[in-house]
């Protein structure tokens, strides 16, 4: 399913600063991801009563995964069109397609926000960061950096990315975006939430790596 612009509601009207007395709707987030980030947007399954929404028995990962019947929302959807298409999934998981106008790096939460304090106190660019109910942080950087990492991480004199506990998402996965719920888990939340220099085009991940690294490796001792 693709979507165009053109509705008479503008989501310049809902930016974050906008909708952040109460929790936004599933809807009211994907419209702002499709009409002002640029990203294409995916319903999830959700996890409940010891079971998956999508309804396979056995499901290997209940509430963590799109929802394989459902169309995409695609990039630039507005706010009437999301409302219309997402009603045909309520209460669906909000996830986000890796490897189009993202890449993920991912890192356990703690060297994450370790790692967040020392890029903003350097002006290092920073795109959006979010943490996961289950310990980890993803860092939003420019596609490819998921295929580049083990590359950069040697030549930043590291020989070993698994020992960082450090991890690249590209192309063909897909990550729970808040204000969502994962695995039963718990919210998806943001650490830095995206704003239009960093969402629209995130920064390198070279820029990123060495503190990252850095803070990883020092969490591990």
């Known amino acids: 399913m693709g979507f165009t612009i053109g509705s008479s509601r503008s989501i310049r009207d809902i930016r974050p600063g906008s909708r952040r007395r109460g929790r936004a709707s599933e ?24 079971g998956c929404s999508c309804g396979r028995r056995g499901c290997r990962a209940p509430g963590a995964h799109p929802l394989e019947f459902a169309p995409e929302v695609r990039a630039g959807a507005t706010l009437d069109e999301v409302t219309d298409a997402w009603g045909e999934f309520p209460g669906a998981a909000v996830m986000l397609p ?11 939460e703690p060297a994450g926000r370790r790692a967040l304090v020392r890029l903003e106190r350097m002006g290092l660019p920073v795109g959006p960061v979010t943490a ?5 942080a993803h860092f939003l950087v420019a596609p490819g950096a998921a295929a580049e990492l083990p590359a950069l991480l040697y030549r930043m004199g590291w020989d070993d990315p698994a020992s960082l506990d450090l991890r690249g998402l590209g ?3 897909h990550i729970t975006a808040p204000p969502s719920d994962r695995g039963g888990l718990g919210p998806v ?3 830095r939430s995206p704003a239009l220099d960093s969402a629209t085009k995130p920064p390198a991940a070279r820029l990123l790596l060495g503190t990252l690294a850095y803070v990883a490796h020092r969490s591990r001792d």
């Open 171 to 173: 192309p063909g996965r």
């Open 27 to 50: 809807s009211t987030a994907v419209a702002e991801f499709t009409g002002l980030w640029g990203w294409d947007v995916v319903p999830g399954a959700r996890a409940g009563g010891g």
């Open 98 to 108: 890796v490897g189009r106008a993202f890449d993920v790096i991912e890192v356990a």
């Open 189 to 191: 939340r943001w650490l």
């Open 132 to 136: 996961t109910p289950d310990g980890r």
